[in-house]
């Protein structure tokens, strides 16, 4: 054997056992808990997070059964008095855009929302609180630095929209408000009443961020 | 002892040789085009949805790094850098994807795709995943052997000019191998997730998706999806023919089935949820599936096609 054949067997050895450990973590990582994940779970995390990490759980377990949509308003003076706007919805006017030509850029927009949304219900436990935990945690949301990312989202894409819907008004302050109406269940789809009523999570004004306007006008509502 | 050898030998001269070339060049063009849609077609909203004053603020990104350990370029507070970077990014890709000394372009190419990726993350999709987790597997690949500046844009059927390199091309086929598998993790992963959900065990999993107002159809379509026939046996297909993947892609009479099923079914979720960009970043990666020769062949077939006489006479 020639120095080259040695030199190309040793780095196929290399890169043999440097594949089976790297998808050995990979698998580790993806698996549901097991007793082999959780002994290496340091190890897992330290070298899958961030480059590899991975999540394949698309549209599952559960899929998505529910739509969310996203409204926002905003407080401003006129003189001593404090006005509010009318809501602004976020998600139909983009998804109705979306719908009419599937590459719009706002076809990221949709994503952001839908995710950003979908995190405060998730990261948070706002839906499961108690109305005393509730209440704290709705208090807490009022300063930005203590907002979950998914509100802070939301509140920028209100505070876009609303300055694309009133370039005139000078706003103070930002509320988000989403409704979550669930789809109809599988049995009782041919009933047009069983999807049933939206149910609101009004969460507190917070001072208007600084966000470039982006939406154009939407109709208020 | 002499049949351990002879296996042995008959492995080295198969590595030795760099395969699914053109395969690794459709998907260097494949990625490389939908990083220039997303800079590109985003240019006007740049800064609305990755900037420092966007949907997801510098100092949100800046807080969330103690948790999501993913940094980025375009996290910067300064606008004027952020569109410098954003330019840059863009200029890169567009160079990559023409194969302009790709095996060097692809890690600024790969460190700028990861740094847009990370820097809005409610904007990843499952397809930028896949993108996010393949690039570094990619950069040990011979992407520009064909259909590239660095090529000379040479086409299946020209003879490959440059000596064997042994060693270069162990390392190519190793990351292709890799390639291979974290795609077929990804598809099995997607089909165990579904396999332990009620509505996906139930057969009625397609019809919730489909309801939404995010990735539903028109009404009228929708209607069709209420046959509960059809719900069914698309719910258990989907799962099916994930789990299936994995053990499909590796044999050359099987990873056809495996091909045309991911085609099949990205080009509905393109069609009917209008993901489109998760859609082609999923298809992309089915290119590299295939040798060359297989191209070949199917380019054969399409020049002896009637479709393409007619073509060539019109």
């Known amino acids: 054997m020639n120095r080259h054949e040695a030199t190309w067997w040793v780095t196929a050895i290399a890169l043999a056992v440097a594949l089976a450990v790297h998808f050995s973590l990979i698998v580790l990582s993806i698996l549901p808990l097991n007793p082999l994940s959780y002994r290496c779970d340091r190890a897992v995390t330290a070298y899958v997070d961030p480059l590899f990490f991975q999540r394949w759980s698309l549209f599952a377990p559960d899929p998505i059964d529910a739509d969310n949509t996203v409204f926002a308003r905003a407080y401003y003076h006129d003189g001593a008095r404090e006005l509010i706007t009318p809501w602004v919805d976020l998600t139909d006017p983009v998804l109705e855009r979306v719908r009419a030509l ?41 300063d930005p630095a ?76 | 002892m002499e049949a351990l050898q002879a296996q042995l030998h008959r492995a080295k001269d198969y590595l030795s040789v760099e395969h699914h070339l053109f395969g690794c060049a459709l998907l260097r063009i494949g990625i490389g085009s939908v990083v220039v849609y997303y800079l590109a077609g985003h240019w006007a909203e740049r800064s609305f949805l990755w900037g420092p004053n966007g949907l997801y603020p510098y100092w949100v990104f800046a807080r969330e790094l103690s948790t999501s350990h993913a940094p980025s370029l375009f996290a910067v507070q300064s606008q004027g850098l952020f569109d410098t970077l954003y330019l840059a990014a863009l200029i890169i890709a567009i160079l990559y994807t023409s194969g302009w000394h790709s095996r060097w372009l692809g890690i600024p190419f790969a460190i700028f795709t990861w740094s847009l990726f990370v820097r809005n993350p409610f904007m990843l999709t499952g397809g930028d995943n896949l993108v996010q987790v393949e690039l570094p597997l990619m950069l040990f690949a011979n992407t520009s052997a064909f259909l590239s500046f660095d090529s000379g844009w040479r086409g299946p059927f020209h003879p490959w000019p440059k000596p064997s390199r042994p060693l270069a091309a162990l390392v190519h086929n190793a990351a292709l191998f890799a390639m291979m598998l974290q795609l077929a993790i990804a598809y099995g992963g997607a089909g165990l997730a579904k396999a332990a959900g009620y509505a996906w065990q139930h057969g009625t999993a397609i019809y919730y998706v489909l309801q939404t107002r995010e990735f539903g159809m028109s009404s009228a379509t929708a209607m069709l999806f209420r046959n509960d026939i059809l719900v069914a046996l698309l719910t258990y297909s989907v799962v099916g023919f994930e789990l299936a993947f994995p053990f499909l892609i590796w044999h050359r009479k099987t990873r056809w089935i495996a091909a045309a099923g991911a085609v099949a079914m990205h080009t509905a979720i393109a069609l009917f949820m209008r993901l489109v960009p998760f859609a082609v970043e999923a298809m992309v990666f089915e290119f590299i599936l295939f040798p060359d020769e297989s191209y070949r062949r199917l380019i054969r077939i399409g020049q002896n096609s009637w479709l393409f006489k007619r073509m060539i006479r019109v």
């Not at chain 1, 949709?110 to 436990?125: D, P, Q, R």
């Not at chain 1, 009782?188 to 961020?209: C, M, S």
Request: hydrophobic share 45%; charged share 20%; proline share 10%.
């Open chain 1, 102 to 142: 599937p590459v719009t850029p706002l076809n990221l927009t949709v994503t952001v929302l839908s995710k950003a949304t979908a995190s405060i219900f998730t990261e948070t436990g706002i839906v499961g609180a108690n109305s005393a935990a509730r209440d704290a945690m709705l208090k807490r949301w009022e």
């Open chain 1, 146 to 221: 203590q907002q979950p990312r998914g509100l802070v989202v939301l509140e920028a894409a209100g505070a876009a929209a609303l300055r694309g819907t009133y370039p005139e008004l000078k706003f103070e302050r930002v509320q988000i408000m989403i409704s979550t109406r669930m789809v109809a269940p599988f049995t009782k789809r041919f009933d047009p009443h069983a999807a049933g009523e939206p149910q609101y999570l009004t969460l507190d004004a917070a001072p208007f961020p600084n966000v470039i306007p982006w939406f154009s006008a939407n109709p208020p509502r």
